[in-house]
Antibody
Framework: EVQLVQSGAEVKKPGESLKISCQGS????????IGWVRQMPGRGLEWMGI????????RYSPSFQGQVTISADTSITTAYLHWSSLKASDTAMYYC??????????WGEGTLVTVSS | QSALTQPASVSGSPGQSITISCTGT?????????VSWYQQRPGRAPKVMIY???NRPSGVSNRFSGSRSGNTASLTISGLQAEDEADYYC?????????FGGGTKVTVL
């Protein structure tokens, strides 16, 4: 069974850094794109970017380019989403999802990030 | 790339059929067989219901069906049930990126 397990909820202050994780299991982690999706409170889904763990080929939405960094470590089958300096507007639920062909077939449970002074 | 356009809400009575539209352009929805639909229940992660415009993943009820005409894709839910009450999002895969619709809240009256 394909599973994506995300790290727990985070509460941070503006300006702090953060890295959240998404560990895959039940499939060949290196050979499937993993995407990150943001959902702000009461809002819709926003595609942030995607990474191919085998060679770390990464694509970003123009809206998130330069705002976050996506990475992956195949040795521990884990993908990451990193902020170097959080803003209050980064408060949201973040989902990772496996891309299977042209759609996301498996999703993590989400990581809630709260940024508040 | 702009978000795809969906109605904010659709409602129906149990047993009825409803259709949710997803309008894009010839560069996304109308240009590729790569439209997918996701159901998101409150407090839960999204779940794929339809992929590649018309295909249903194993385990998804056959009451869910997808179609497309021109630059508009549609998700139809037949025999509406209380458990179908959720938010629904369309997605269009274009050149390794995905564009989502704004989402539609389905209410079962």
């Amino acid at each position: 069974e394909v599973q994506l397990v995300q790290s727990g909820a985070e509460v941070k202050k503006p300006g702090e850094s953060l890295k959240i994780s998404c560990q895959g299991s039940g499939y060949s982690f290196a050979n499937y794109w993993i995407g990150w999706v943001r959902q702000m409170p009461g809002r819709g889904l926003e595609w942030m970017g995607i990474i191919y763990p085998d060679d770390s080929d990464t694509r970003y939405s123009p809206s998130f380019q330069g705002q976050v960094t996506i990475s992956a470590d195949t040795s521990i089958t884990t993908a990451y989403l990193h902020w170097s300096s959080l803003k209050a507007s980064d408060t949201a639920m973040y989902y990772c999802a496996r891309q299977y062909g042209r759609y996301f077939d498996a999703w993590g449970e989400g990581t809630l990030v709260t940024v508040s002074s | 790339q702009s978000a795809l356009t969906q109605p904010a809400s659709v409602s129906g009575s149990p047993g009825q059929s409803i259709t949710i539209s997803c309008t894009g352009t010839s560069s996304d929805v109308g240009g590729y067989n790569s439209v997918s639909w996701y159901q998101q229940r409150p407090g839960r992660a999204p779940k794929v219901m339809i992929y590649d415009v018309v295909n249903r993943p194993s385990g998804v009820s056959n009451r869910f069906s997808g179609s497309r005409s021109g630059n508009t894709a549609s998700l139809t839910i037949s025999g509406l049930q209380a458990e179908d009450e959720a938010d629904y999002y369309c997605g269009s895969y274009v050149g390794s990126t995905t564009i989502f619709g704004g989402g539609t809240k389905v209410t079962v009256l």
